[in-house]
């Protein structure tokens, strides 16, 4: 088992952070933390080997070293040219669990997933997100859902998917029924060196929050 790189604590309220595809760098890290960031959200692979742009154990080190707090979240396919089944939300989901334990996340954890470009057909949009939801929840990890666009009412992502953690797009989509977001994207912040959004924790309608991973105070 890999050793943890951190401790796994609830995100606070109304802390801003951000998500990006590029590689964040230590330099970088301590950079938008010194700009008043708390977190970052950054990408693990859903194919069996990774990208240059994915997450690895010493950028995340490097990361939770500047005081800014993790999230994880998987990458989508190209939209158009996938189409989700449970059998493949199942195999991304243990993907995504892996990748996170290899990087030396700790249980609890917040993985998101990414559903952008599922299509139309929202039996098999369920089918997948749900069993996604239960291979990255085996895996001792929270699991939660970006929600962009996909055919989706803010009904059935409350009462039809396992989920119960939601990170809103910074773009018009449904409110989830009832419970709301846990996290709200901005779209892109200021000119840096790498391209990202703008992202905000806030407490659900039912009290719900994301789980991020943290430095322990023994590594400090």
């Known amino acids: ?4 790189i951190g401790i796994i604590a609830d995100a606070e309220p109304g802390a801003q952070g951000f998500d990006t595809n590029a590689v964040v760098t230590s330099e970088l890290a301590r950079a938008f933390a010194a700009d008043g960031y ?13 990208g240059a742009h994915d997450m690895t154990t ?8 500047a005081g800014l707090a993790l999230m994880l979240v998987q990458h989508v396919r190209r939209p158009g040219h996938w189409a989700p089944t449970a059998a493949l939300g199942g195999k991304d989901g243990q993907l995504a669990a892996h990748y996170a334990a290899e990087l030396g996340c700790p249980p609890g954890l917040s993985l998101w997933c990414d559903l952008e470009g599922a299509g139309t057909q929202t039996a098999d949009i369920i089918a997948y997100a749900n069993a996604w939801y239960e291979a990255v929840h085996g895996a001792s990890f929270t699991p939660g859902l970006y929600v962009g666009t996909f055919a989706l009412s803010g009904l059935q992502l409350y009462r039809q998917l396992a989920f119960t953690s939601y990170w809103k797009a910074g773009m018009k989509v ?6 709301g977001y846990q996290m709200l994207q901005h779209g892109p912040g200021p000119a840096k060196t790498i391209q990202y959004d703008r992202d905000t924790i ?3 309608h039912l009290r ?8 322990a105070p023994s590594q400090s």
């Open 174 to 179: 449904a409110d989830v029924e009832t419970r």
């Open 208 to 215: 719900g929050l994301p789980r991020w991973l943290v430095r």
């Open 1 to 4: 088992m890999t050793k943890p």
């Open 202 to 204: 806030m407490s659900d």
């Open 38 to 50: 708390r977190f970052c959200v950054r990408y693990v692979s859903h194919r069996e080997d990774e």
């Open 58 to 65: 010493s950028e995340a080190e490097g990361i939770l070293a």
